[in-house]
């Protein structure tokens, strides 16, 4: 069973930065064919896609609203993908949201909030 757990969200000052974690389980960053993405969702938009890495591919994807802030990354010996978040501005509150797609099935995480507001 594929599970997928956010954590590290909260409130931040904007110029701030926060870095998301999501920990995946049920499958092998090493072994398996995988898209591990960040998505978010800010009250009364669209739920959008931030960033996104995987294996074999792609390298790293990013939303062009957050190129040069935002950096994705991942342990495979922890089987967990980072969502390092700098220069935040207040545009960036969101729920962010991990999901792992896996043998063409999609898993989602509960959520983390991220609030910017000084």
């Known amino acids: 069973q594929v599970q997928v757990v956010e954590s590290g969200g909260g409130l931040v000052q904007p110029g701030g930065s926060l870095r998301l974690s999501c920990a995946a389980s049920?499958?092998?960053?090493?072994?398996?064919?995988?898209?591990m993405s960040w998505y978010r969702q800010a009250p009364g938009k669209e739920r959008e896609l931030v960033a996104a890495?995987?294996?074999?591919?792609?390298?790293?994807n990013y939303a062009d609203s957050v190129k040069g802030r935002f950096t994705i990354s991942k342990d495979n010996a922890k089987n967990t993908v980072y969502l390092q978040m700098n220069g935040l501005i207040p545009e960036d509150t969101a729920v962010y949201s991990c999901?792992?797609?896996?043998?063409?099935?999609?898993?989602w995480g509960q959520g983390t909030q991220v609030t910017v507001s000084s």
């Open positions: 999901a792992a797609r896996v043998s063409q099935r999609t898993y």
């Open positions: 049920g499958f092998s960053f090493i072994f398996s064919s995988y898209v």
């Open positions: 890495v995987g294996r074999p591919g792609p390298p790293t």
